[in-house]
């Protein structure tokens, strides 16, 4: 089993920066990626950014070149900088690990990001 929880989240105003953390627990050695989904309201989720054990990395095209994920996913912990902020980036961040062990999706509970025009 995979336990994750995320911070960081909160109230910005348009054009500034939040970093999201996502620290995971449990059997580290079981997680093949760690990534980044949102979901705003009356939206379905979307991926934002994911980062696999070897270091492949990629980016929802929506968040290209403004949100940087970072971190070490064999360690379990994983960041994502959001940078250049819009409104349309207000949604519920989820943070989320594929693993070798069952259900193989982990999900944590999220973390709110509002964005202010």
């Known amino acids: 089993q995979v336990q994750l929880a995320e911070s960081g989240g909160g109230l910005v105003q348009a054009g500034g920066s939040l970093r999201l953390s996502c620290a995971a627990s449990g059997s580290l050695s079981s997680i093949i990626t760690m990534n980044w989904h949102r979901r705003a309201p009356g939206k379905s989720r979307e991926l934002v950014a994911s980062?696999?054990?070897?270091?492949?990395?990629a980016y929802g095209d929506s968040v290209k070149g403004r949100f940087v994920i970072s971190g070490d996913t064999a360690k379990g912990t994983i960041y994502l900088q959001m940078n250049s902020l819009k409104p349309e980036d207000t949604a519920v961040y989820y943070c989320?690990?594929?693993?070798?062990?069952?259900?193989?999706?982990?999900w944590g509970q999220g973390t709110q990001v509002t964005v202010s025009s």
């Open positions: 989320g690990a594929d693993a070798m062990l069952r259900p193989y999706n982990y």
């Open positions: 980062v696999s054990r070897d270091g492949k990395i």
